[in-house]
């Protein structure tokens, strides 16, 4: 096999961290129904974002200079769990700890680290990352939005599409076209920074048909941009993008967006004393996918923590992962209706109809079903 | 994992596979000669300790070796025979020499008669002795004593029969029966995943191979998608077969029936999947007696629900889970490996 997912347990001192972190979702979260858990990592509450930075535990991955934790991705695989598993809502600074914070310290200036690193930990700088467009989805690297070099720095104009928290976010990391056509196809990309409080620039949130507005729309008419905007070089922006991509799709986030839904399905059976073979057998396929699932991300885990680059096995249990993620709300509703005379409680029923329209998205962001398979069979050595 | 014993093994199977084996035609001669050899080379005893002339490797490490009966297609029962061994060691059994099968449940005993039949007996028609558990209790049946009543195509599985006095009953203890079983189950799905294994390759192969519209078929996008979902899936049923050897250190410690559950739900709830594709990718030539794709997804479809289905596992888990503590979700995927042990 050209994939090799080896077991691997998590180390005892990142195991330790768990029971802390998860006494304190419960206390902060006590408020929350499973309706609002659902929302996964699309859940902003800022302050909830807060009180974790002051924990310690924003930024646990960066080096302690800029307030971080110089933790490992154990470390980070213990805590990311338990926050998405619980359905806290993370959304805040999911983007900036998870994608922004290690793209800034790889590729960014020391001057860079410096100002956005502390930020970071501290929950004062939010992320998002601008990548597709109008015209430009699973073939971004025809995106059209351009930064051109002046005198002063960078005149950028253009707009990005499907951004999601750009309404709530501090700055925006984008990947634009610096120099070149949309022919030059990966060449003349470069990503920057984007300080979204600038003027000439316009965020219009999009309503999702869920009835959330999560995403945003983000217009740039002749913004312009400090020399220092420019992250990593220019021209190289479709490598550091793809580096970044292989981390997004490394974590447990493709593991537990449907998980509110599940327990509070759980939840309901044992209080409503619902048990059949049928009810049996949905919670255990439920568990059993989600506990390989899990062992086969905390491989890929564990290849990061070795330094080696997992990318295809990340995208590979990213492609499995929403996949599950996308059955939950339909094994779930099949158990639910082959009892008519059950009824369940208004917050199932809510969640169920919420994670059942919303769990298309899953296979969308950061990458499509089709585009995943394609980079597998590359990987495999069929393309 | 200690490539050096894989690669001896490897070898070892190369070798007795090469003649007329694995052909369907095998005959029970030719069988017990494999077998015979198999044994000679000291192999079925590789989950001992050193002591015990063992080669001292743990549970995990083992699963290599024991998927590879089922990646060579090799016609006689090892990972089978492996397990037995180390559990009549761990648990004090005396056994007879020989290759063991094992089944569960199904014994059908006719108090009549006074004879016991097995409608599915995994190399039931030729294999040395076969332990079978029923309700509590552990028999071990003597080939000298069995009648074949139907030997299935393939040659994986027979219907067999003994009278009473074939059967000799085995005074275990509760722990010695559930762990036979636990080691018995975590032998058939190495074996299957070994299968599994084998048919993507076969089929990664074929696709890279085989040419149609000018070009390798490997070459379409509908078929790149096809073998991309084929490695997930038998890259997942690698890895909960992983999950369910990842026992202690010690190599007799049997599997933990939680994790054990898990895999054997996830291998046999994507089994089918793994043999549809292989075929579909192949086209016709798969469905060919010649072409030795059948052997590997015939074993995935013979052993997958051996003992209990898919949708058997899945209940047996969500019992659990609904009865027996109130723990969120999160917290049972969560359990440490010292918790799952007492779950």
């Given at each position: 096999?050209?994939?090799?997912?080896?077991?691997?347990?998590?180390?005892?001192?990142?195991?330790?961290?768990?029971?802390?972190?998860?006494?304190?979702?419960?206390?902060?979260?006590?408020?929350?129904?499973?309706?609002?858990?659902?929302?996964?990592?699309?859940?902003?509450?800022?302050?909830?974002?807060?009180?974790?930075?002051?924990?310690?535990?924003?930024?646990?991955?960066?080096?302690?200079?800029?307030?971080?934790?110089?933790?490992?991705?154990?470390?980070?695989?213990?805590?990311?769990?338990?926050?998405?598993?619980?359905?806290?809502?993370?959304?805040?600074?999911?983007?900036?700890?998870?994608?922004?914070?290690?793209?800034?310290?790889?590729?960014?200036?020391?001057?860079?680290?410096?100002?956005?690193?502390?930020?970071?930990?501290?929950?004062?700088?939010?992320?998002?990352?601008?990548?597709?467009?109008?015209?430009?989805?699973?073939?971004?690297?025809?995106?059209?939005?351009?930064?051109?070099?002046?005198?002063?720095?960078?005149?950028?104009?253009?707009?990005?599409?499907?951004?999601?928290?750009?309404?709530?976010?501090?700055?925006?990391?984008?990947?634009?076209?610096?120099?070149?056509?949309?022919?030059?196809?990966?060449?003349?990309?470069?990503?920057?920074?984007?300080?979204?409080?600038?003027?000439?620039?316009?965020?219009?949130?999009?309503?999702?048909?869920?009835?959330?507005?999560?995403?945003?729309?983000?217009?740039?008419?002749?913004?312009?941009?400090?020399?220092?905007?420019?992250?990593?070089?220019?021209?190289?922006?479709?490598?550091?993008?793809?580096?970044?991509?292989?981390?997004?799709?490394?974590?447990?986030?493709?593991?537990?967006?449907?998980?509110?839904?599940?327990?509070?399905?759980?939840?309901?059976?044992?209080?409503?004393?619902?048990?059949?073979?049928?009810?049996?057998?949905?919670?255990?396929?439920?568990?059993?996918?989600?506990?390989?699932?899990?062992?086969?991300?905390?491989?890929?885990?564990?290849?990061?923590?070795?330094?080696?680059?997992?990318?295809?096995?990340?995208?590979?249990?990213?492609?499995?992962?929403?996949?599950?993620?996308?059955?939950?709300?339909?094994?779930?509703?099949?158990?639910?209706?082959?009892?008519?005379?059950?009824?369940?409680?208004?917050?199932?029923?809510?969640?169920?109809?919420?994670?059942?329209?919303?769990?298309?998205?899953?296979?969308?962001?950061?990458?499509?079903?089709?585009?995943?398979?394609?980079?597998?069979?590359?990987?495999?050595?069929?393309? | 994992?200690?490539?050096?014993?894989?690669?001896?093994?490897?070898?070892?199977?190369?070798?007795?596979?090469?003649?007329?084996?694995?052909?369907?035609?095998?005959?029970?001669?030719?069988?017990?000669?494999?077998?015979?050899?198999?044994?000679?080379?000291?192999?079925?005893?590789?989950?001992?300790?050193?002591?015990?002339?063992?080669?001292?490797?743990?549970?995990?490490?083992?699963?290599?070796?024991?998927?590879?009966?089922?990646?060579?297609?090799?016609?006689?029962?090892?990972?089978?025979?492996?397990?037995?061994?180390?559990?009549?060691?761990?648990?004090?059994?005396?056994?007879?020499?020989?290759?063991?099968?094992?089944?569960?449940?199904?014994?059908?005993?006719?108090?009549?008669?006074?004879?016991?039949?097995?409608?599915?007996?995994?190399?039931?028609?030729?294999?040395?002795?076969?332990l079978i558990a029923t309700d509590q209790q552990c028999f071990m049946a003597h080939s000298h004593e069995r009648r074949v009543l139907q030997t299935y195509h393939g040659g994986l599985f027979?219907?067999?029969?003994?009278?009473?006095?074939?059967?000799?009953?085995?005074?275990?203890?509760?722990?010695?029966?559930?762990?036979?079983?636990?080691?018995?189950?975590?032998?058939?799905?190495?074996?299957?995943?070994?299968?599994?294994?084998?048919?993507?390759?076969?089929?990664?192969?074929?696709?890279?191979?085989?040419?149609?519209?000018?070009?390798?078929?490997?070459?379409?996008?509908?078929?790149?998608?096809?073998?991309?979902?084929?490695?997930?899936?038998?890259?997942?049923?690698?890895?909960?077969?992983?999950?369910?050897?990842?026992?202690?250190?010690?190599?007799?410690?049997?599997?933990?029936?939680?994790?054990?559950?898990?895999?054997?739900?996830?291998?046999?709830?994507?089994?089918?999947?793994?043999?549809?594709?292989?075929?579909?990718?192949?086209?016709?030539?798969?469905?060919?007696?010649?072409?030795?794709?059948?052997?590997?997804?015939?074993?995935?479809?013979?052993?997958?629900?051996?003992?209990?289905?898919?949708?058997?596992?899945?209940?047996?888990?969500?019992?659990?889970?609904?009865?027996?503590?109130?723990?969120?979700?999160?917290?049972?995927?969560?359990?440490?490996?010292?918790?799952?042990?007492?779950?």
């Open positions: 096999m050209l994939t090799n997912f080896k077991f691997a347990r998590l180390p005892d001192h990142d195991e330790a961290l768990r029971q802390p972190i998860r006494a304190f979702i419960q206390e902060n979260t006590q408020h929350m129904t499973a309706f609002e858990r659902a929302r996964s990592w699309m859940g902003f509450d800022a302050d909830f974002s807060k009180k974790l930075a002051q924990q310690g535990w924003l930024g646990l991955t960066l080096p302690q200079q800029y307030g971080g934790a110089d933790k490992g991705y154990f470390t980070r695989f213990v805590v990311s769990e338990e926050l998405l598993g619980a359905g806290a809502p993370v959304s805040a600074h999911w983007i900036a700890d998870r994608q922004s914070g290690p793209l800034i310290l790889r590729y960014g200036s020391q001057a860079q680290r410096d100002f956005y690193l502390p930020k970071i930990c501290r929950a004062q700088a939010f992320f998002c990352i601008g990548m597709s467009e109008p015209d430009s989805g699973s073939d971004l690297a025809s995106i059209r939005t351009r930064a051109i070099k002046t005198d002063d720095g960078w005149t950028l104009n253009g707009s990005k599409i499907w951004t999601t928290n750009a309404q709530h976010s501090h700055y925006m990391i984008a990947l634009v076209r610096s120099s070149g056509t949309a022919q030059d196809k990966h060449k003349g990309l470069s990503q920057f920074i984007i300080d979204l409080s600038l003027p000439g620039i316009t965020i219009r949130p999009i309503h999702d048909l869920a009835g959330d507005a999560h995403f945003s729309e983000v217009f740039f008419t002749d913004v312009q941009l400090a020399p220092e905007a420019l992250i990593g070089q220019e021209g190289a922006g479709w490598e550091q993008v793809n580096a970044e991509l292989a981390f997004e799709r490394s974590g447990p986030e493709r593991l537990y967006s449907s998980m509110a839904l599940v327990e509070c399905f759980i939840r309901e059976c044992r209080q409503q004393g619902w048990d059949s073979p049928a009810i049996q057998s949905t919670v255990g396929e439920i568990t059993a996918r989600l506990a390989v699932l899990r062992a086969m991300s905390l491989a890929v885990t564990a290849k990061l923590a070795n330094g080696q680059n997992p990318a295809l096995e990340a995208t590979l249990v990213k492609d499995y992962g929403t996949s599950l993620e996308q059955d939950i709300p339909k094994l779930i509703d099949q158990c639910l209706g082959l009892y008519p005379a059950h009824m369940p409680s208004t917050e199932l029923i809510n969640t169920l109809s919420f994670v059942s329209q919303i769990c298309p998205s899953y296979s969308l962001r950061g990458g499509t079903r089709e585009i995943l398979r394609g980079i597998i069979a590359r990987g495999l050595g069929l393309r | 994992m200690d490539t050096l014993l894989e690669d001896a093994l490897g070898e070892l199977f190369r070798h007795v596979t090469s003649g007329a084996a694995p052909g369907l035609e095998i005959t029970t001669d030719q069988r017990k000669a494999i077998s015979n050899e198999i044994y000679a080379s000291g192999f079925a005893d590789l989950l001992l300790p050193q002591a015990a002339g063992g080669s001292g490797i743990s549970l995990s490490e083992a699963i290599g070796l024991l998927k590879m009966e089922g990646y060579y297609n090799v016609p006689i029962p090892f990972a089978q025979t492996v397990v037995t061994r180390a559990w009549a060691h761990a648990h004090s059994v005396n056994l007879p020499e020989g290759t063991f099968s094992y089944a569960s449940s199904a014994l059908q005993i006719d108090e009549q008669t006074r004879s016991a039949t097995l409608h599915k007996a995994w190399h039931g028609h030729w294999v040395d002795h076969m027979a219907a067999v029969a003994w009278p009473a006095q074939g059967l000799t009953r085995l005074d275990l203890d509760e722990q010695a029966t559930h762990d036979l079983f636990n080691f018995s189950v975590l032998a058939m799905l190495a074996v299957t995943v070994g299968a599994m294994e084998k048919a993507f390759e076969l089929t990664l192969e074929y696709a890279a191979q085989r040419q149609q519209f000018g070009r390798p078929v490997s070459k379409f996008q509908a078929v790149q998608h096809q073998i991309s979902e084929m490695a997930e899936h038998v890259c997942a049923a690698d890895m909960a077969l992983q999950l369910a050897a990842a026992t202690d250190d010690n190599a007799l410690t049997a599997p933990a029936s939680h994790q054990l559950a898990i895999a054997q739900f996830q291998i046999a709830h994507i089994a089918d999947n793994i043999a549809d594709i292989a075929h579909a990718i192949h086209g016709a030539i798969g469905i060919s007696q010649e072409h030795p794709l059948h052997h590997y997804t015939r074993r995935i479809r013979e052993c997958k629900s051996c003992f209990g289905s898919a949708q058997y596992w899945a209940a047996e888990i969500g019992q659990q889970i609904l009865h027996k503590n109130n723990d969120t979700l999160l917290a049972v995927l969560t359990w440490t490996q010292d918790e799952k042990r007492t779950g």
